[in-house]
């Protein structure tokens, strides 16, 4: 098969040709449909993320396809089925699996990270029977591809983790993949958005899908005192969707007595223990929480919600690449030069 992989961190990608995988006797292995490009892969193809064990090494986690091998031990799929993953897959028999948290897992598979990932014509996906989701038979390739780590990511981190309702004022700081999907989802659960970034561009496209408001922190020199004037006194709930030192903090800052942040922005690296206002969280109650990904089981929901049309995540992709043109769109993902979601869809 055709894949993409790297044979060095931070090192140019090539496009070489592979052997095709075998399933594991308790997966499958999927043709790949379609597959995003996530600032998680530039990360990975940088080093930043330990479970990388080994080189060479294909990304991509974000993915939908059609089933075309079986592994002897799976007895709930076939080949010719339509799917997507999450990101974090569950083993299904630990403590944390047995609780309904397969976002936790203590032996998680992912795709792209602990195994090779989708920026091929096939991949193998471990733990069939607990992670793999049907798609509705009218739901696009490409949509659905997009919804593997940071649309659904950002619909737990929001619905579940943050707990948002109706009327609340919501933060999101980062207007990419994440922060895009989280405001439209926080707009669709009922609450009002304050949209926050550095291109003016983004910030329309953030308008776009539901912000109420947004802030430019290119040109407000105080993130954190706008989004309390626009708010009447600070966020209900704040989600850090880019991942620094600066969002993150802001993030927090930024909330009301009681609020609650959620971090889904990846922090690694030099930036894994960033500053916080501790003397905010301790005097003014504030929650904190991380987002992870989200459990196949609890997919249902929000395809239910794009289904019935609450939900659009396909005006959240931007464009669709070939295999070969992944390499440098990979590269250059800290460039942040796009906008939106980028999906393969030619292998």
């Not at 995003?36 to 892969?41: A, E, I, T, V, Y």
């Not at 195994?115 to 038979?137: C, K, M, Q, T």
């Not at 109706?166 to 009922?190: D, F, N, P, R, Y």
């Amino acid at each position: 098969m055709r894949a993409v992989l790297f044979e060095q961190f931070q090192k140019p990608l090539i496009l070489t040709t592979v052997p095709d995988p075998a399933p594991p006797v308790h997966g499958v292995v999927l043709r790949v449909e379609a597959t995003g490009l996530c600032r998680s892969d530039w990360h990975g193809w940088m080093g930043h993320d330990s479970s990388i064990a080994s080189l060479p090494h294909v990304p991509g986690h974000e993915l939908a396809g059609v089933i075309e091998a079986v592994g002897k031990d799976v007895c709930n799929w076939k080949t010719g089925d339509r799917v997507t993953l999450p990101f974090v897959c569950g083993c299904g028999t630990c403590p944390q699996c047995a609780s309904g948290n397969q976002q936790v897992c203590d032996h998680q598979f992912q795709p792209g990270f602990t195994h090779w990932g989708s920026f091929a014509e096939y991949v193998a996906i471990h733990y069939a029977e607990a992670n793999l989701v049907r798609l509705p038979d009218d739901l696009e390739a490409v949509t659905a591809a997009s919804l593997g780590c940071r649309f659904a990511t950002s619909f737990r981190a929001m619905a579940v983790q943050g707990k948002v309702s109706a009327g609340q004022w919501v933060a999101i700081h980062g207007c990419g993949g994440v922060g895009l999907s989280a405001i439209m989802i926080a707009a669709a659960l009922g609450a009002l958005v304050v949209a926050i970034d550095i291109s003016e561009e983004k910030l329309e496209l953030a308008r776009s899908v539901g912000a109420s408001a947004t802030v430019n922190g290119a040109v407000e020199s105080d993130v954190v005192a706008a989004v309390k004037e626009i708010t009447g006194g600070g966020a209900d709930v704040s989600l850090d969707a880019l991942g620094s030192p600066v969002t993150c903090f802001n993030s927090i800052a930024n909330l009301r007595k009681r609020g609650r942040h959620v971090q889904v922005g990846l922090m690694l690296a030099e930036h894994s223990h960033p500053a916080i206002p501790m003397d905010q969280v301790i005097a003014n109650e504030l929650e904190l929480a991380g987002s992870h990904g989200m459990q196949a089981h609890e997919y249902g929901r929000m395809l239910s919600m794009i289904q019935a049309g609450r939900l659009h995540p396909e005006k959240l992709i931007s464009k669709t690449i070939t295999l070969e043109e992944s390499m440098q769109e990979l590269v250059d993902m800290d460039r942040f030069k796009g906008r939106g979601v980028t999906v393969i869809d030619r292998f």
